[in-house]
Structures are given as C-alpha cells and as structure tokens.
C-alpha cells in the first residue's frame, strides 16, 4: 500500500476524540451489563436481578454497576426499555387482518404469547417484580410506542364508524389492556390452573371485548 493509499484512507476514517471514544466504551460496558443482567432475568427471574449477581456474573465489583447506572432501580429501567423492545418485535410480527375485529384479536394473541415467551421480562414490567422500581416517563413513552399496533386498529376502526363515537381510544385501550392483563396476573399467580385452561379463559375474555366494541361474526369464531 503506497503512502498516497494511507493518508486517503485516515482521511476518510471519522477520527474519535479522547471523550468520544471514552463515551462509546462507557456505552459498550452498559450494555455488556444490561445483557448480563438480562441473563439472570431469563434464567433465574426478577428477583435474582441483584447489583450483587450482576456484578459476579461480570466478574467485576459492584462499585462498576452503581457507576453506571446510579442503583438497581437505574438497572431495571433499562430492562424495562429492553421488554418494550421485545413487545413490540413480538406486536409486529402479528399476522394481518383486514377485519379490525380478527386483527384486535390477533393482537391479543401475541399479546399472550409475549406473556410466554418472556414471562420474566412481564413480571419486570407489568408485575411489580422490582417493588421499587416505578417506570418514568421515558420508560412508558416505550410501552406506548410497543403498543403503537392496537392504537392504530382502533383508530381505524373509530373512523370507520366500526367502534362507537360515545368511547375515546384512550378509554378503549385502558379497557382492552386492563382485561387480558387481569387473565394473565392470575394465571401468574396460579388462580386459572395449567396454561390451556388459563389460555382459554384468555380468548373468551378477549372475545368478548373485541365483540362488544365491534360487534362482528368473526370476533365469535375464535
């Protein structure tokens, strides 16, 4: 490679600075220990997310993990934005369905199946896993953006005169999450049996809103 071949290509690299580069490794150790943390979610559950045991799991002291991110709490912030992620992966891979009653129950479906799927990262976000950790304002604006998918339906389904004029979305997706929650809790809590029968007590709760906001043969089949 000539000397002409080296300066073109350090001219065209993006030089860091010192502060630069010290904030990507901050961020790159961020999230090696958000990872960290989110193994022991997966295999352990919420409460084995401790400052503690994501320090040994990173072989490093827990003077590193409070730097980074103040206190457990700050930890599970993150995850909290990480399930959102999760959620809303899981809402966009919902097959489509021109009929906003068959997609609300489509909906409501990957809903379950995320409760499944990352039990512990629900019991983080919905559950009160964490007793201390209440999600701020950013953390919610992600549920919301998760859940941008069932906003769009009923919304839809309002102008096109499907959903009734006297109930607001807002009040709609209150309703709508508030129900499949409850199911879910319980089944949590082990109130509903094993997982088909607590299943089925979900799509008829399902069913049953999705027919009363939009009365529709379809929203009977299921």
Not at 4 to 14: G, Y
Not at 41 to 46: A, D, I, K, S, V
Not at 137 to 148: C, I, N, W
Not at 199 to 204: D, E, L, P, S, T
């Amino acid at each position: 490679m000539s000397d002409q071949d080296i300066t073109s290509n350090a001219s065209t690299r993006k030089l860091k600075t010192y502060q630069e580069a010290r904030l990507q490794n901050i961020e790159n150790l961020r999230k090696l220990v958000v990872d960290a943390a989110a193994a022991l979610l997966h295999e352990e559950g919420p409460e084995a997310v401790t400052v503690r045991k994501v320090a040994n799991k990173m072989d490093c002291s827990t003077k590193i993990i409070y730097s980074l991110f103040v206190n457990k709490e700050g930890l599970a912030q993150q995850l909290y934005l990480d399930g959102c992620k999760l959620l809303a992966n899981q809402l966009e891979g919902t097959p489509q369905a021109a009929d906003p009653a068959q997609q609300l129950l489509n909906l409501g479906e990957a809903f379950w199946q995320f409760g499944q799927d990352y039990s512990s990262y629900y019991k983080l976000m919905f559950g009160g896993a964490f007793a201390d950790f209440k999600p701020d304002e950013d953390s919610m604006q992600g549920t919301v953006t998760a859940l941008r998918q069932l906003l769009t339906v009923i919304s839809n389904a309002q102008e096109q005169g499907l959903i009734p004029a006297k109930y607001d979305t807002e009040s709609i997706i209150r309703i709508f999450w508030a129900s499949l929650h409850g199911v879910i809790h319980l089944y949590l809590g082990g109130h509903l049996g094993d997982v088909q029968s607590a299943h089925g007590v979900y799509k008829q709760t399902l069913s049953l809103i999705v027919s009363s906001l939009i009365p529709n043969p379809s929203a009977q089949k299921r």
